[in-house]
């Protein structure tokens, strides 16, 4: 369903981005990881057409992505930046579909179901400036929802986050998925949350990046913060990621 | 101690006011008179007898040539700050044109348009475009890339992207600049009032010296005082509406 | 930069078309090429450097008095909250009074001479200055007085090396704003009471009918207005640049 091909991104010398390829499924939870400075955010905004790549190319339903697509939806890490300050909650999820061809009545019932399944049903008409960060990247991920794409893609976004809030919010994006029926390609540096979330992961090396491995993970879903992390299996995979990245990290150094 | 600071703050100027009527009350001096003579001069000037004369026409003017100068500055401004190359072109020719120090300009404006109301409100609509103007321009570029990001990925464009983010995005610092511009407007005001006019609070200050009239020309310093005073209060206010948004968030 | 110059060119050539044409009245705009032939004459004219000097004069020794009395009364008040407070609400109101209200006072006081110039120049760019150097001096970051303090640095080393250095940029935007205050209330001085320099030269000019000359001292005002600036905003450029708020915010 969507497809990155022998993507790379240059800045000038710079081959930030030298060839990444790899596939989503529909309904897949894909996790991005990699050593910091990998060029995780810029391969996100190329895979949502905020950036033209330098070569290579993605592809959407076998459709090439050149500007940001309707049915995709991206999350961004930093909330308070990417919410208006001058919009209530309500506002801020319902400026994106403002475009689509839809009826007021429509429209609300989508904002307000959004909203609902985040957990801020009664939030509706406060300020995000009013609202802790991790109630802030739920409206964010409302207004994701809201929009109804295909594909939700996810920049890191608990990663300004305390780790309570992160787990809660963790067990968010499951449950939304499971509502919602989205793809999400969902990139972190945390290792345990791309094992604790994905159906697979990809491991990508240190700049010029390029993809060293993809990871199947084969963790019974539901998944549970406790038990699923009591699981040898988890604790395998755990490992497996670190050392892969560990090796990268070194053998740049 | 906090105490303290309330009881200073109002004590202070209390004190200053009342050493200034006691200082003046015995003078004798020809510039100085007695801060008793100012008020009681101040009472029989503007409340009310001269309002509807003087205060009246620069208050009309003041808000005319304002109003004029932010519609334009918005205008001109937001196609400005949404365009580089349109600012790269402009941007000489603006900074010279803003550096022009108002008051040398008056003569050019006594030439093209003569001695009238409109040169009045002309001229202070040109001064007061500038500051609006490139603080509407520095407010368009100021934009969050995050939030023009944001705009992207979720296909806001168009009117509503200029009405619902863009705009918002940019009022802090139109407001600033239409802060600045007010100051502008009352200096030009006055300024344009002392130079070429038959009424208004600038005319009739710079009369009241001519022709000695002491304790009137301070009255009329008063006034002038208390305006510029009451108009900030005001613009104050309506900023805080405005922008009460802005507040919260970098609270 | 080719953009810029092709703005100004075209602004040049339109305005000599416009004049050519007959759309704007030779009897108010003159022709371009006959003004810029002025201004070029002027450069040879003793007197016209005679008059920028004036007005040059004028403008530094107002700032010059203003910097000394704001730059230490603002240290002062500010480092004291009991002193800031008890002084607060008459700074803000002295401070929207129109320095231009002051002419009548000032011609009454000193005559029509430099001393007139000066004391308005330097009432008017007092309070910019001073009002900046406050908040300098009030906007220190408490993180970095505490670490002072805890390191035993007494109070008059905390204001030398914490306090005064963190207040530099703010004066260093205050000089900016004050130095093209002085400039302005430098010109209105001599455009309104008749002092020796550039706005007393336009104003002459404008009542002679000579018109090109006129605009000729304008665009020499508007020139030394943008000089003044330039060399201010790279002053404050260069003091500001390791400040946050010049800093440039990752994307």
């Known amino acids: 369903m969507l ?38 955010t810029t391969l996100l905004k190329c895979m949502s057409g905020l950036l033209a790549p330098t070569s290579g190319r993605v592809l959407l339903h076998d459709r090439p992505v050149l500007r940001p697509p309707e049915e995709m939806a991206l999350v961004f890490q930093e909330y308070s930046r990417s919410l208006l300050p001058w919009m209530s909650v309500r506002n801020n999820v319902t400026l994106p579909l403002r475009h689509k061809k839809l009826d007021k009545a429509e429209r609300s019932r989508l904002v307000e179901e959004a909203v609902e399944a985040v957990g801020l049903a009664g939030q509706l008409d406060r ?15 409302a207004r994701a929802l809201a929009y109804q794409p295909n594909v939700l893609l996810m920049d890191e976004p608990f990663a300004s986050v305390d780790a309570q809030t992160r787990a809660d919010l963790e067990d968010l994006v499951l449950q939304v998925r499971e509502r919602f029926d989205v793809t999400i390609v969902f990139v972190t540096h945390d290792i345990d949350e791309s094992v604790y979330l994905s159906d697979r992961i990809v491991v990508l090396t240190p700049s010029p990046t390029t993809v060293k491995e993809v990871i199947p993970v084969e963790l019974p879903r539901p998944r549970d913060q406790v038990e699923t992390k009591e699981l040898p299996d988890f604790a395998h995979l755990r490992a497996h990621v670190y050392r892969l990245i560990k090796r990268e990290e070194e053998r740049v150094a | 101690m906090k105490r303290i600071g309330i ?17 003046s009350a ?60 349109a600012r790269r072109a402009a941007s000489p020719l603006v900074e010279f044109l803003r550096a022009i120090p108002p008051p040398a300009l008056l003569p050019l404006a006594i030439v093209v348009v003569g001695v009238g109301d409109s040169m009045k409100v002309l001229i202070i609509a040109f001064v007061c475009l500038w500051p609006v103007l490139l603080n509407t321009i520095d407010g368009i570029r100021g934009i969050d890339p995050t939030l023009a990001e944001t705009a ?15 705009l918002p995005a940019a009022a802090p610092q139109v407001f600033a600049g239409m802060r600045t ?14 130079v070429a006019s038959t009424n208004g609070i600038g005319f009739f200050v710079l009369q009241s010296q001519r022709s000695f009239a002491i304790p009137e020309m301070w009255s009329g310093i008063l006034l002038l005082g208390i305006l510029g005073y009451a108009l900030n209060l005001l613009f104050a206010g309506v900023e805080r509406r405005v922008l009460a948004w802005h507040r919260g968030a970098r609270a | 930069m080719i953009a810029p110059l092709l703005a100004v060119a075209g602004a040049l050539a339109l305005w000599q078309l416009l004049v050519g044409a007959g759309l704007l009245n030779e009897d108010h705009v003159p022709a371009m090429t006959a003004t810029l032939a002025e201004l070029a004459e002027l450069l040879g004219d003793g007197g016209f450097w005679s008059a920028v000097g004036s007005t040059l004069q004028g403008w530094a020794l107002g700032l010059g008095i203003a910097a000394a009395l704001a730059v230490p009364l603002g240290i002062l008040i500010g480092s004291s909250p009991l002193v800031y407070r008890s002084v607060r609400f008459v700074v803000e109101f002295l401070r929207p009074i129109p320095s231009v209200a002051l002419v009548p006072l000032a011609v009454l006081i000193y005559g029509v001479g430099l001393e007139s110039k000066v004391f308005l120049a330097a009432f008017a760019s007092f309070w910019p200055l001073f009002v900046q150097t406050l908040y300098g001096v009030r906007d220190v970051d408490p993180v970095a007085t505490d670490t002072a303090r805890s390191f035993g640095l007494g109070r008059f080393e905390r204001l030398w090396r914490i306090k005064l250095p963190s207040a530099v940029p703010y004066i260093a935007t205050g000089l900016r704003i004050s130095s093209a205050v002085a400039l302005i209330l430098a010109v209105t001085a001599e455009l309104v009471i008749g002092s020796a320099g550039l706005g007393r030269s336009i104003n002459v000019a404008r009542q002679s009918g000579a018109i090109e000359l006129m605009y000729a001292l304008i ?32 994307a």
């Open chain 1, 3 to 40: 497809r990155v091909e022998d993507l790379a991104k240059s800045y000038g010398d710079n081959p930030a981005i030298a060839g990444v390829s790899f596939e989503v499924a529909e309904r897949e939870f894909v996790c991005v990881v990699g050593p910091s400075g990998c060029g995780k």
């Open chain 1, 127 to 141: 300020y995000p400036w009013q609202l802790s960060g991790g109630m802030q990247q739920r409206v964010a991920i």
């Open chain 2, 7 to 23: 009881v200073l703050e109002v004590l202070v100027p209390l004190a200053l006011l009342g050493l200034w009527a006691v200082w």
């Open chain 2, 26 to 85: 015995g003078s004798e001096t020809f510039y100085y008179p007695p801060l008793t003579d100012i008020l009681e001069t101040f009472g029989e000037t503007w409340l009310f007898e001269r309002v509807g004369s003087d205060v009246v026409p620069s208050l009309l003017r003041l808000g005319a040539g304002y109003a004029m100068a932010v519609a334009l500055a918005l205008l001109v401004g937001v196609p400005l700050g949404l365009s580089r190359t």
């Open chain 2, 152 to 166: 992207r990925v979720y296909g806001v464009r168009g009117a509503d992207r200029l009405r619902r983010v863009v």
């Open chain 2, 181 to 194: 511009s007010l100051s502008l407007a009352v200096i030009m005001m006055v300024i344009s009032e002392m």
């Open chain 3, 219 to 250: 665009i020499t005002t508007g020139l030394l207005g943008w000089a003044l600036n330039v060399l201010t905003s790279q002053a404050e450029r260069r003091v500001l640049h390791w400040h946050p708020s010049q800093r440039q915010v990752a």
